[in-house]
């Protein structure tokens, strides 16, 4: 259904005016608004991963072009791995080719700190009826530095576990409230059923700090382990982090996926949708795939726990899909516009209407799961996510102190490369092609490179 220039949306209008005329409250405005040629018109470029939420962004951006009939929208849209290194490389050298970034909780303070990215919040705070108070609080934290938010979400997510809940009712099984790792390894031996094409869990064994590194990271959080003590001391070979990634590697050669080793989110979102696993711990953005129609053979089947734990009470991760104005950008004014249009509340319901409620990006806005249509949507998830987003705790994320913010990453810059090359050891491990204490202690060699650089 088109809801172009439906009256439903007419905070737009009414504040572009005075937006406009307030640029200069955006921080190092020089330059904002010149126009790309001599035919009067300004082209916003827009760099973005090629995630299908963000595709659905594409498909209704010529909305944004009725109200902003002079901008062009130009975007680029890249497969994860190649967006972060083409950002990551424009932003921090500031070639200026993008005008709008997308960006995630795990860049957003380190590229603020560095002075990379525009500070919003004078526009937020120009800009009332955009409610960034109706962010979810974790989210809007992990967005900010200093208290000024510096990207704003796109969506929002923790992790936690779907299972088969009528597999459960069959096998005679109840899932527990606060589920742990060991009941859920019990599970997964009892509810595998090769013979039907069934694995008994899904985990991701693909290499990647972004792969399988963020669902082991919060497994070794609540076994009690830490990349580094609070002297940056590495620690990847501590009993605490050994047991964690053996039960892990155990976990998945024994009861999970085969070819777990290349197998990351994508397969385990094919496999679990399609009936091929009786579990999967993994994004609670996966609900967006479980409970479609159009994608998923088990539609209303499915329950989700908490992320399970062992030595603490919570082990959901956090990570949020946000956009950001680099410095560098000369229409700072209409990128503006054009990032509060992607996450204002009105475009929640402007994707559900139009392509269904359960493709509207979750986990952003408080607001959202108060919408009737998406809340009936939401019902059997709904709970689990806003839980998990509100226990998911970046700065005490394991038992002991640590020197870093991060639960499924770390904040450093070194990470985006530590954490791939620890994923590429632990898929060996998953392989069998090493074991996990040699996979370990080339993980330690790798992690103690970096510690050293921040004991100096």
Not at 154 to 179: I, Q, V
Not at 258 to 273: F, M, V, W
Not at 331 to 342: I, N, R, T
Request: charged residues 20%; glycine residues 8%.
């Amino acid at each position: 259904m088109s809801t172009a220039g439906s009256p439903r949306y007419p905070r737009r209008r009414a504040r572009t005016a005075a937006l406009l005329t307030a640029t200069t409250l955006l921080a190092g405005c020089a330059g904002a608004g010149d126009l790309a040629g001599g035919d009067g018109r300004t082209r916003l470029t827009v760099a973005i991963v090629s995630n299908p939420q963000m595709q659905d962004a594409i498909a209704l951006s010529p909305r944004f072009e009725e109200e902003f009939p002079d901008v062009d929208l130009e975007f680029v849209s890249l497969a994860e791995n190649e967006a972060r290194a083409k950002i990551t490389a424009s932003v921090a050298t500031g070639g200026g080719e993008y005008d709008v970034v997308m960006v995630s909780n795990y860049e957003t303070k380190m590229w603020a700190e560095n002075g990379w990215l525009t500070n919003l919040q004078p526009s937020i705070d120009a800009s009332p009826e955009y409610d960034h108070d109706d962010f979810i609080p974790t989210v809007r934290e992990s967005l900010s530095y200093q208290d000024d938010m510096y990207s704003v979400p796109f969506y929002g997510e923790s992790s936690f576990l779907a299972y088969r809940a009528d597999l459960f009712e069959e096998a005679g099984l109840e899932m527990p409230a606060r589920p742990t790792w060991h009941e859920i390894a019990e599970f997964a031996e009892i509810l595998k059923a090769p013979e039907e094409g069934r694995v008994g869990i899904c985990l991701r064994g693909l290499a990647g700090w972004g792969e399988n590194l963020a669902p082991l990271n919060s497994v070794i959080n609540t076994f009690g382990g830490r990349w580094y003590d609070e002297e940056w001391n590495a620690q990847l070979t501590s009993p605490e982090v050994r047991e964690a990634v053996q039960f892990y590697v155990d976990l998945v050669r024994e009861h999970g996926q085969p070819g777990a080793a290349t197998s990351g989110y994508s397969d385990c979102i094919t496999r679990y949708s399609q009936g091929q696993a009786a579990m999967w711990y993994d994004a609670s953005a996966m609900v967006a795939s479980v409970e479609n129609p159009a994608d998923s053979l088990i539609v209303g089947e499915s329950g989700y726990a908490p992320a399970p734990v062992v030595d603490t009470d919570t082990s959901g991760w956090l990570f949020t899909w946000a956009l950001a104005i680099p410095e560098t950008s000369e229409h700072k004014d209409l990128a503006w516009e054009f990032v509060s249009w992607m996450t204002d509340k009105d475009y929640q319901r402007m994707v559900g209407e139009e392509f269904g409620w359960p493709r509207v990006p979750p986990g952003a806005r408080e607001s959202t799961y108060e919408i009737p249509e998406y809340a009936a949507e939401a019902e059997a998830y709904a709970e689990p996510t806003l839980n998990a987003l509100a226990s998911a705790d970046e700065l005490d994320p394991s038992v002991s102190p640590v020197p870093y913010e991060g639960v499924q990453f770390l904040r450093i810059p070194e990470f985006q490369d530590l954490g791939t090359r620890v994923g590429q050891q632990i898929s060996a491990a998953i392989a069998g092609s090493v074991t996990v204490d040699e996979a370990l202690e080339q993980a330690q060699r790798y992690a103690e490179t970096v510690g050293q650089t921040y004991q100096k």
